[in-house]
């Protein structure tokens, strides 16, 4: 027992020291990457130069998430490796230690940064995209939308009706074209539009001090045909929720928790938007630190049958493992994003492919 133990920290010291070297340099290489990508917004003399660094730094939580798992691969393939090719593997084979026992170690490494990973998504990651986020409102040359025009506005009411309009000032509660679905009138359906409206509380303002009062087009239940007159002066909806405080709610995902992730998905359920997306990031805060697990399960058994006079095979092997798997996981989201498949089955599916192939190499390696 004392020699197992011996070895277990053996294997945990080597495949460590190959981890951090796998994970810095990985870091750096998307950190510096990014930087080059904004090296423009660097010389824009509209945007502070310090802002672009700034922005580019606070990817690191980002990924950092990335460069856990493909640091687990790293470490993983390059210590079986090395040991594979100075016998020391056929020595604890000889001595009666398992393919399954020698994982122990690589296990611990995993569920290592399977934790780092989580921690990083769940407090790290929302705190460094929300001020971020505050950086690309404040200049959004740096992200290219300063010329791009803001998406239109819809919100499904608790009574089924829709409140949609081209644009949303949510700071001011000013809506710009706004068009209302209501169902609720007797003798047919209507529709209120007016140029601009004004989100009061739970009310929606509509023609006041504007110029342009609001105009009702009502249906003829028989024909199907509307009608339109003029409302004056001023049309008083109410909505039964603030708009302000709804649409204030609604942030990116990373800005997010999976607590946070889990509520905005029922918000957008309430306004009549689709969940998916949120789902999707919901699930993938878990199944995302468990591919650090799914690599190292692959790449334990595979590193057996590579040759063992050829130490870069290893980099060739993690190259691919890590091109395949992340071409599957962004595939995966994106069904799960436009609900292909079920939010769930998007998230974990690469997991699930890599842990399968890993059995399946498992019964074919040596005992």
Sequence with gaps: ?????????????????????????????????????????????????????????????????????????????????????????????????SLYRLFLPFLLLSMIAVTASYLTNEYLLPKAATVQQQIYDAYPQIVGNDNREPPPFIVKLENGEFVTASYFDKKQGVLSNVILDDWSTEGGKRLITSTTGIADGETLVLGRDMGNPAILFRQDPNSGLYTGFTKEPTEMVPLGLDLKAQVSEIKTPQELTQSDLARQSKIKKQTGENPARDLTDFHLRFAGPFASLAFALVAMPLSLKAPRDERLLGLVFCFLLVMVFYVLHFICKLMGYNEVLPPWVGAWLPNMVYAFISLLIFLYSRK
């Excluded at 990985?26 to 090296?39: G, H, Q, R, S």
């Design 1 to 97: 027992m004392r020699i197992v133990r011996i070895i277990d920290r053996y294997v945990f010291a080597e495949a460590f020291g190959l981890f951090m070297v796998g994970f810095c340099g990985f870091l750096a290489f998307l950190l510096i990457n990014k930087l080059f990508l904004e090296v423009q917004d660097l010389l824009n003399p509209n945007v502070p130069a310090i802002m672009v660094i700034q922005a580019v730094a606070l990817e690191a939580p980002n990924f950092t998430t990335m460069a856990l798992p493909v640091a687990i691969l790293f470490g993983t393939l390059m210590s079986m490796s090395r040991l594979a090719k100075d016998n020391e593997l056929t020595a604890m084979f000889t001595n009666g230690i």
